[in-house]
């Protein structure tokens, strides 16, 4: 069975410092990953898909980046972190050969920026 | 753009049905209809999706009118752990790679 696993559960940065989350897919060969990001009492914003290794699009101008530097691995990023970037960050995946479009959900990261 | 409606809160009896609509008025011939839900601090769970047919599972129903401008998702005997907020997507079919979600609906259910 597939699963997928999101590290850290929870972290508290200064302003200014940089992030790494990290997530990675298992039981699943080229799946579709995802970057979303929801902020305290707001919905879901995607931040980045990735159909591929080394292929990455951001659907929001901002000051994180993404990266897939294997199959199943997908990291956010941020080399200076703004208060603004607080948040409830969730890696999610898909399977492009099935098409279906349902999408499965890690356990997400809080980040809390100060 | 999400390209839903849905009402921002709603709420029903434990063990009554819930009734939770959604607006796709510009919905195209070739996009599904999703539908997530969202537990606090969790991220979301698939409950349902459907085209044209009204679709049901072990989670919930989902009605889809004929003209396909809006769709009700139905859990008929709510209980207190279906608290959350539900999201209703929908997707081209010929796109796997993105899901916009909305806002959403917060459902209480109410003991």
């Given amino acids: ?114 | 753009d999400a390209k839903t409606t849905q009402p921002p809160s709603m709420d029903c009896a434990e063990g009554r049905a819930a009734n939770l609509p959604c607006n796709h008025s510009t919905i195209s011939g070739n996009e599904y209809v999703y539908w997530y839900r969202q537990i606090h601090s969790q991220g979301p769970q698939y409950i349902i999706h459907g085209l044209k047919n009204n679709e049901t599972n072990e989670m919930a129903s989902l009605i889809i009118t004929e003209d396909r401008k809006s769709s009700t998702l139905i859990l008929p005997h709510a209980t207190l752990r279906d608290t959350a907020v539900y999201y209703c997507i929908v997707r081209p079919m010929d796109s796997s790679y993105k899901l916009i979600f909305g806002s959403g609906t917060r459902l209480l259910v109410r003991p």
């Fill in chain 1, 1 to 114: 069975s597939q699963t997928i696993h999101q590290w850290p559960a929870t972290l508290v940065q200064p302003v200014g410092s940089p992030l790494s989350l990290e997530c990675t897919v298992e039981g699943t060969s080229n799946p579709n990953l995802y970057w979303y990001r929801q902020a305290a009492g707001r919905g879901l914003q995607l931040l980045f898909y990735s159909v591929g290794i080394g292929q990455i699009s951001s659907e929001v101008p901002q000051n994180l980046s993404a990266s897939r530097p294997q199959d199943r691995q997908f990291i956010l990023s941020s080399k200076k972190l703004l208060l603004s970037d607080s948040g409830f960050y969730l890696c999610a995946w898909n399977s492009w050969t099935a098409n279906t479009g349902e999408l499965f959900f890690g356990e997400g990261s809080r980040l809390t920026v100060l």
